[in-house]
């Protein structure tokens, strides 16, 4: 993490006539990093929950660096378009993604045209899991999530349940519950959790896996009911709602959005180390774990090596669920 150990690398590898990645870098890119304002990339709108994440951890991170940290929204293609946009940087530490599910999701769902997400990205740190809850709108037959199973073992494709596209994971999670259930239900993909949320509300979509943001006023206001959540245990948000396992799925708990911070490819140690230290004085600082707490994420900072064996399990266990259900990249 210290400079002068990296130097004597650099030095011993100059010596030698390596071209390690740290040497192959640009001059400027060798001084006191950071040197100029780092740019921490989103593949999803502004306002949004990985948007206003990236916004509080960046904010704690400029801090920390002496440098902005600047949050740059490329929207588009379940982010996609970020995603790959980030691989093509040069790994100096000044091009960073906030990755989400979408990062193996992508990769599973278009092998031909997308990245290879654990190859072409270096791992900094995760950052926050995100649980999901199952709501259905107050005004539907459902109170519980055993009843709407039922209603969906009895008339096949007759429940449908939104998302905010395919591949993300409200659509994934409901996937797994049909899996899982035995039944068939219909998707209903929207631009976005919110107008996926208010076709719940009205009661024209069945039900949806919504993350635990900002959902609580709905609740309150007797517009949505709870039926499970994803945890392990019992929300404190919702003690009156059953965890899935408690309602016979378990394993549940496992298929659960994560957020992290990655690179390109072949980034340096010590710029990894640089920029790991930094998220993680912003995931320490109390009123940032209060304010992700109050978005319905749990604080989460991890090493790279952690955050890189998160991502490939991330990657299988995905994979297990679109297998499963027959997921494609037009479903």
Known sequence: MQDRPMKRRTALAASIGLASPWHAL?????GAYPNRSIRLVVGFAAGGPTDVIARIIAQDMSGSLGRPVVVENRTGANALIATQFVAREAPDGYTILLATLSHSV???LMPDNSYKPLEDFTPIGLVALLPLIAVTGSGTPYNTLPELVAAAAASPDGITYGSAGNGGSAHLAAALLATRSGTRMTHVPFRGNGPALSEVIAGRVSFMFYPMIGIQEYVARGQLRPLAVSTAERSPDYPGVPTMR?????????YIQGLGLVGPAHMPE???AKLNDALRASLARPETMERIRG????VSASSPTDYAGFLRQDL?????????AEITARD
Not at 246 to 254: H, L, R, T, V
């Open 295 to 298: 978005l319905g994420g749990s």
């Open 316 to 324: 299988e266990r995905w994979r297990r669920v679109i297998e499963a």
């Open 26 to 30: 640009p001059a400027a890119a060798q």
């Open 246 to 254: 408690e309602i016979g799925y378990p394993g549940f708990e496992d």
């Open 270 to 272: 010590a710029i990894v």
């Open 106 to 108: 992508n990769a599973i």
